[in-house]
């Protein structure tokens, strides 16, 4: 079998036979792009689905499991569950069924890991529209015309931000009492707020 036939004298199954042969390339080929698609996602963050098809899991939404790492991680799982079994000296069609149970599981899992990480991603990527409306106090001094800094809870969090008044003609000093009232990129719209106003 040439290289991979190497490759399997060099782990120990050089005599593999029949299903087994199936079982250690999806072993083989799994568990080596598995690892190779898992650095990319640690180095460069490539976690995007690449698939176009899903299924939905639950009533709560649509979980993503055929994907990239889902299939890798199935085929790495039954490869090394269905040899193990058939090494183990179990008939082929029993260690077809745990290698379809190991790798169902094992992209279920992968999936879940997968869908956290880039939940976790997206949360921490500030989305700054929704401060409009939030109440908070001038961080730096917003000279007329120019940018200053406040701090605003949003996002549940309390963040400092660039600002600048929407009349651009005020100065609102630090301390002062604010309302965003737009945002434009990065950059939140305030106005000046009274006390009596922040009570409400």
Same mark, same amino acid.
């Given at each position: 079998?040439?290289?991979?036939?190497?490759?399997?004298?060099?782990?120990?199954?050089?005599?593999?036979?029949?299903?087994?042969?199936?079982?250690?390339?999806?072993?083989?080929?799994?568990?080596?792009?598995?690892?190779?698609?898992?650095?990319?996602?640690?180095?460069?963050?490539?976690?995007?689905?690449?698939?176009?098809?899903?299924?939905?899991?639950?009533?709560?939404?649509?979980?993503?499991?055929?994907?990239? !790492?889902?299939?890798?991680?199935?085929?790495?799982?039954?490869?090394?569950?269905?040899?193990?079994?058939? !090494?183990?000296?179990?008939?082929?069609?029993?260690?077809?069924?745990?290698?379809?149970?190991?790798?169902?599981?094992?992209?279920?899992?992968?999936?879940?890991?997968?869908?956290?990480?880039?939940?976790?991603?997206?949360?921490?990527?500030?989305?700054?529209?929704?401060?409009?409306?939030?109440?908070?106090?001038?961080?730096?001094?917003?000279?007329?015309?120019?940018?200053?800094?406040?701090?605003?809870?949003?996002?549940?969090?309390?963040?400092?931000?660039?600002?600048?008044?929407?009349?651009?003609?005020?100065?609102?000093?630090?301390?002062?009492?604010?309302?965003?009232?737009?945002?434009?990129?990065?950059?939140?719209?305030?106005?000046?707020?009274?006390?009596?106003?922040?009570?409400?």
């Amino acid at each position: 079998m040439g290289l991979f036939g190497d490759l399997l004298d060099f782990i120990g199954l050089g005599g593999i036979t029949g299903i087994d042969i199936l079982f250690a390339v999806m072993a083989i080929i799994g568990t080596g792009l598995f690892l190779i698609y898992f650095l990319l996602v640690m180095l460069f963050g490539f976690a995007d689905d690449m698939l176009p098809f899903d299924m939905e899991m639950s009533a709560d939404g649509i979980f993503h499991l055929f994907t990239i !790492q889902g299939i890798l991680s199935f085929m790495m799982m039954f490869g090394i569950f269905g040899l193990a079994m058939t !090494q183990a000296d179990q008939n082929a069609l029993l260690a077809i069924i745990v290698g379809v149970i190991a790798g169902s599981v094992s992209m279920y899992i992968v999936g879940k890991i997968f869908q956290m990480m880039k939940g976790l991603e997206m949360d921490n990527t500030i989305k700054y529209s929704e401060a409009i409306g939030a109440k908070g106090t001038v961080y730096r001094t917003i000279n007329a015309g120019e940018h200053g800094q406040v701090q605003v809870e949003y996002q549940g969090a309390l963040r400092t931000s660039d600002a600048v008044a929407e009349d651009d003609t005020l100065t609102i000093e630090t301390g002062k009492f604010i309302k965003v009232v737009k945002a434009i990129g990065e950059t939140l719209i305030v106005i000046p707020l009274n006390i009596s106003e922040n009570d409400d």
